[in-house]
């Protein structure tokens, strides 16, 4: 394989920068299908996610209306009611090509990495949505 000239992020050093304080370990079938649920309407808006009770809580609003869906898993420490914000398409696609458990592990600043038996992968947080006013005529 030829290289290509350059420099690069080591992403060594990214993963192991990101120490997690909220985690969670569930089903990549369960949380693939909600975020499959989120996503029907193909509206890029992010998904707000948040750990609590035992369950992993997906939010997501948009033009056709609010949408909330669980998935139950193992949290030791739940997240802050706010939440953190992911890109709902790019989750989704990550979970197709992991099978079985997979354990997700967020800093404080929400960067998450989503742990399989011999891959990780990193997510990076978005800005919450800056929902549009209607003006009344």
Do not use: C, H, W
Request: zero cysteines; proline letters at 6%.
């Amino acid at each position: 394989m030829k290289k290509i000239p350059g420099e690069y992020i080591d992403t060594t050093k990214v993963v192991q920068s990101i120490k997690p304080i909220y985690t969670a370990v569930a089903d990549s079938k369960e949380i693939k299908e909600a975020l499959y649920l989120m996503t029907l309407d193909k509206d890029a808006v992010p998904v707000n996610l948040t750990l609590s009770g035992g369950q992993i809580y997906l939010r997501r609003e948009s033009k056709d209306g609010k949408a909330v869906i669980s998935v139950s898993a193992n949290i030791p420490v739940d997240t802050p009611e706010s939440g953190f914000y992911y890109n709902a398409d790019s989750l989704y696609k990550l979970l197709q090509v992991i099978g079985g458990r997979v354990r997700l592990e967020i800093n404080g600043k929400g960067m998450m990495m989503v742990k399989s038996v011999n891959e990780v992968y990193v997510q990076m947080p978005q800005r919450p949505p800056v929902m549009k006013k209607t003006e009344a005529a």
